[in-house]
């Protein structure tokens, strides 16, 4: 992404539209400045509080995924398909200070939070953009928590560390 910042970085299918790395972390680094911002009050995770990313699939998620990780906060994806009921308890069992959306998707049924649309039009209203040690992470920082079905059909988080995630890569 340094070497090539005009370099296609993701293509989006349902919209045909392409983003470079440098507009990619542009958009991310301002949403992550919001995300810190509204976390700043939570004594429960301190800065490193647990981001939804509730979308749908495109470009948003991945400025949504690298927004949460570059302010140093594990992402939590929730499909944009999960029934209002699981959403919810997934938002109760990880105490969300934010939810990332990508106005596509029925926010209306959720539990108050505070919630930032993801969008080229929104994105101004983050700045200015995060800056480049504010959301350093550590290797034993969790980097996302997965949540599956369970045994008991009843929403089970799975926390993943930075760590683990770079020697599945080995």
Known sequence: ALATPHAIAVCDAAT?????FEKIVQLAR????????????????GDK????VYMKKGWQ???????AQLAGCPYVPISANQPPDRINGILADISAVVVLHDGRVDIETLNPVHMIEVSEDTHEACLPAIADDEGEVQLNDLAYIIFTSGSTGKPKGESHLYLSSILTWF
């Open 49 to 52: 509080h647990p981001v939804p």
């Open 61 to 67: 998620q991945v400025v949504g995924v690298l927004a």
């Open 16 to 20: 045909g539209r392409t983003f470079s």
């Open 30 to 45: 301002s949403f992550a400045y919001a995300i810190v911002n509204a976390g700043r009050s939570d004594a429960a995770h």
